[in-house]
């Protein structure tokens, strides 16, 4: 944070954030975050670590809350904009946070559970004013500064907590590894509660004083109408978008194709990453954009950890190289080093690696070897000195439009249906999503229809964890051990 309020204080009069059709400075921004700060604060020194929810539309509103609840001491909790209410309440309890900013889009949303918590509840555009210039609290790198919900083995979802050192080292890596500078000018289309779009795009934008526009959700045609019309020479998006813009481009007139192109091919970088980059996709928009996509690795625990080359061959279907001050390896089921050219599972050490689970002591604890590696569940294989990803080690992870979805968080939502009497959740091959949700349900009762069913889960989990396609079956696969045999669940969904 101190970093980011240094990079600030250089470029006061430079634009840092568009959205909704205003451009903001760095000093309005530095302002603006006081004035939030101040109100958390309401007299106090320090947040001192407070938990701070907050839901707000992705734009300067956005930045100018989670910094406020930065500069005030607290720890930010991003929610999801996408989350019904019950998945809402989790986080919140979860967090224990005591204080939840909205905006007025999302303030009727979160009414009832702030009726239900009683916490403090601040509307944005509802503040008070501030009275006087007030002190805030000086920040070290060892404050925790951020929880990010992340959806794993366990049926519920972690907050994975970062301190503010974690984030500066996450931040200024990436600006030196992929050379940002205060004349760049990034378009963010990516959801805030998750790190590609907060840490590779928001805030790296803002630690090298450059501009970061916003749309608030993705649409391929508006992406399009921003960069056909602003200064945008650099972007960073999940491979689902990339699919999504190269669908749109080319369904549009030989001249309107030749005039995105050539907009296109002066940008200075275009990232992908979150999943793999097909490299159908790869090569379609190198044919588009003249850009080889720069594809990189990441993880919400590690931030960014493996990343090709800014300079130099970026390789198809390959991650690249671990990024300056992260060390990587590759180890096999003993934990032991695996040689190059061997299948193992990535484990990271670094400053950039996260410091706790909330409140789960027992999964941090299983999350880091004993000698303090980060065990991320990828497993990869080197070659000629560049990573490629095989696949993970757990079957229960599913990857969609770059989104981790827990197949156990959907199960036992699924299991509390009184109708379902059995079920598993696995994840299909799908070019566009990467993988896609799918459902096998054993029923009690057959008048209930699968598309009941979906009505039902959509009001209890986010829509992209919703199953796109289901099967019912009259008994699920077992091993021995009574295991739910997944893979023999997969071929169901093939095509027929
Ligand atoms: C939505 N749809 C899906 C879907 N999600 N279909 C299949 N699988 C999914 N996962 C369907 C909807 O039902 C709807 O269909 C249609 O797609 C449009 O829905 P939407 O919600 O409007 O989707 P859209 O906005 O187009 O979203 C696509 C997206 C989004 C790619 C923009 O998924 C997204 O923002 N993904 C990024 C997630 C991200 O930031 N991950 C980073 C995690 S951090 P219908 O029929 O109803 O119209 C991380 C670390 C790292 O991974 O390395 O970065
Ligand atoms: P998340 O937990 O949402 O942060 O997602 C992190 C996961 O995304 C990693 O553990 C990987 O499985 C996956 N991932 C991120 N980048 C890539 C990539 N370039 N290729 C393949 N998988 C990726």
Redesign the pocket.
């Known amino acids: 944070m101190q970093q980011l309020l240094h990079t600030t204080s250089r470029n006061q009069e430079q634009t840092a954030i568009i959205s909704n059709g205003q451009s903001y400075t760095y000093q309005q921004l530095l302002d603006a975050s006081e004035a939030l700060a101040s109100q958390l604060l309401g007299g106090a020194a320090d947040l001192n670590e407070a938990r701070v929810a907050f839901m707000v539309t992705p734009g300067f509103d956005y930045v100018r809350v989670q910094w406020g609840i930065w500069r005030a001491g607290g720890i930010a909790v991003p929610l999801a904009l996408?989350y019904p209410l019950p998945s809402l309440r989790y986080v919140i309890e979860d967090t224990g946070a005591q204080v939840v900013v909205a905006d007025e889009t999302y303030a009727a949303v979160l009414a009832t559970l702030a009726e239900e918590k009683g916490f403090r509840f601040i509307i944005l555009g509802q503040e008070e004013s501030r009275a006087s210039p007030i002190q805030l609290p000086q920040l070290d790198r060892s404050r925790r500064a951020m929880i990010l919900y992340t959806s794993g083995t366990t049926s519920l979802p972690k907050g994975v907590v970062t301190t503010h050192g974690n984030l500066e080292t996450q931040i200024s890596t990436l600006v030196d590894a992929w050379q940002w500078t205060s004349a760049d000018h990034t378009l963010c289309?990516?959801?805030l509660h998750?790190?590609?779009?907060i840490i590779?795009v928001v805030s790296c934008a803002l630690w090298a004083g450059a501009t970061v526009e916003f749309l608030p959700?993705?649409s391929a045609e508006a992406v399009f109408d921003v960069f056909m019309s602003s200064r945008v020479n650099v972007f960073m998006a999940?491979p689902?978008?990339y699919f999504?813009l190269i669908s749109y481009w080319e369904g549009l007139p030989a001249d309107e194709q030749q005039t995105i192109s050539e907009t296109l091919a002066g940008f200075r970088l275009m990232v992908s990453?979150?999943?793999a980059l097909p490299a159908s996709v790869m090569e379609k928009w190198k044919t588009i954009s003249d850009h080889t996509l720069l594809e990189r690795?990441?993880?919400?625990e590690i931030g960014?950890g493996i990343s090709n080359p800014y300079e130099g061959d970026r390789r198809v279907g390959y991650i690249g190289q671990p990024l300056p001050g992260v060390s990587v390896r590759l180890v096999d089921e003993e934990n032991v080093v695996v040689p190059e050219g061997q299948p193992g599972e990535i484990q990271v050490k670094g400053d950039n690696v996260f410091l706790e689970y909330w409140k789960r002591p027992e999964a941090t604890d299983k999350a880091f070897t004993p000698d303090g590696w980060f065990r991320t569940g990828d497993i990869a294989v080197v070659e000629e000195g560049y990573y490629r990803i095989l696949g993970r080690d757990s079957i229960d992870i599913i990857k969609?439009?770059?989104?981790?979805i827990s197949a156990l968080e959907i199960e036992e939502v699924l299991r509390t249906h009184p109708t379902i009497s059995d079920c598993s959740v696995v994840g299909i091959p799908n070019e566009e999503?990467g993988e896609?949700?799918a459902a096998v349900l054993v029923l009690k009762d057959d008048a209930v229809t699968t598309a009941d069913i979906n009505g039902w889960l959509r009001e209890r989990i986010p829509?992209?964890k919703?199953p796109?396609q289901y099967r019912v079956v009259e008994e699920l696969p077992r091993n021995a051990m009574g295991k739910v045999t997944k893979n023999d669940l997969k071929p169901l969904f093939q095509p027929a």
């Open positions: 996408s289309v990516l959801p998750h790190v590609h779009g590779n959700n993705f999940v689902t978008i999504k990453g979150s999943a690795y990441g993880m919400t960014m969609s439009g770059g989104y981790k999503w896609l949700v829509g992209y919703l796109r």
